[in-house]
């Protein structure tokens, strides 16, 4: 009894620590750029397993809805490389202080349009309205202008 009861113990832990193992893993790759990415049929497969999954979809639905993210996905595999080819050449054109600050700008204004705010203006302020009315956080500009407003 005694015997059993530690041999089931040890393959619980070993199953929570092979669990843990994996779940590094997926993020050690997530955060490693030389990371292998998945091809854009394996993101589609992956997605639409998890949209089946989570909505129930039936093999039609699902069949369409694999169509549908993989067209997605070779759609942001493109639009990735133009912002490669286009960061090339933006290191290219402007002196090293310059693609510096361009760099600054442009992580400042995904990082807006990430969560959700509006880009700059047209002036290149930033615009006073802040991030999304859930965050309730100072406009980007740092003025000192509660969003909201």
């Known amino acids: 009894m ?3 009861f530690f041999a089931a113990l040890f393959a619980v832990c070993t199953m929570i620590a092979a669990d843990a193992a994996a779940q590094h893993r997926g993020r050690s790759a997530a955060m490693d750029p030389d990371a292998k990415r998945p091809t854009t049929e394996e993101a ?10 989570a909505l129930g979809l039936d093999e039609t639905q699902a069949r369409t809805v694999y169509d549908q993210c993989l067209r997605e996905a070779q759609l942001q595999r493109q639009l990735s490389e133009v912002r490669q080819e286009n960061a090339a050449n933006m290191k290219r054109i402007l002196n090293e202080k310059q693609y510096a600050e361009w760099q600054r700008m442009h992580e400042r204004r995904r990082g807006r349009m990430h969560h959700g705010t509006r880009p700059e203006g047209p ?3 930033a615009c ?3 991030p999304c009315p859930a965050q309730k956080e100072a406009c980007p500009a740092d003025c000192g202008t509660p969003s909201g407003r």
């Not at 589609?44 to 998890?50: F, I, L, P, Q, V």
């Open 2 to 4: 005694r015997k059993s």
């Open 123 to 125: 002036s290149g302020a």
């Open 128 to 130: 006073c309205e802040g």
């Open 44 to 53: 589609a497969r992956m997605r639409t397993e998890r949209m089946t999954e």
